[in-house]
Nanobody, 118 residues
């Protein structure tokens, strides 16, 4: 059974930075499309960033230029570096993994809370 375990969520002031980590069991990090969704209270879950096995990254327009997704295959870990955080970035952030070309997510993490507040 594949497990995704997130960490790094915290309370941070606007303009601050955080780095989220997602450790995956097995070797899926280098084979699957990995990424991050987030869900704010009362809102639908939205895709934030994704990275393919070929290191092709995609971002939501709302985070382009501020967030960077990366992967360390040796550590079976993906990261989300979040800079210039805004109040509207407050959400629970979920790591996910899906097989290439599939529309649906195969595995989800349990989520980590990011709160941006002054």
């Amino acid at each position: 059974q594949v497990q995704l375990v997130e960490s790094g969520g915290d309370l941070v002031q606007p303009g601050g930075s955080l780095r989220l980590s997602c450790v995956a069991s097995g070797s899926i990090v280098r084979l699957y499309v990995m990424g991050w969704y987030r869900q704010a209270p009362g809102k639908q879950r939205e895709l934030v960033a994704s990275i393919t096995s070929g290191d092709s990254a995609n971002y939501a327009d709302s985070v382009k230029g501020r967030f960077t997704i990366s992967r360390d295959n040796a550590k079976s870990t993906i990261y989300l570096q979040m800079n210039s955080l805004k109040l509207e970035d407050t959400a629970v952030y979920y790591c996910y993994a899906k097989r290439p070309l599939r529309a649906t997510v195969d595995y989800w993490g349990q989520g980590t809370q990011v709160t941006v507040s002054s």
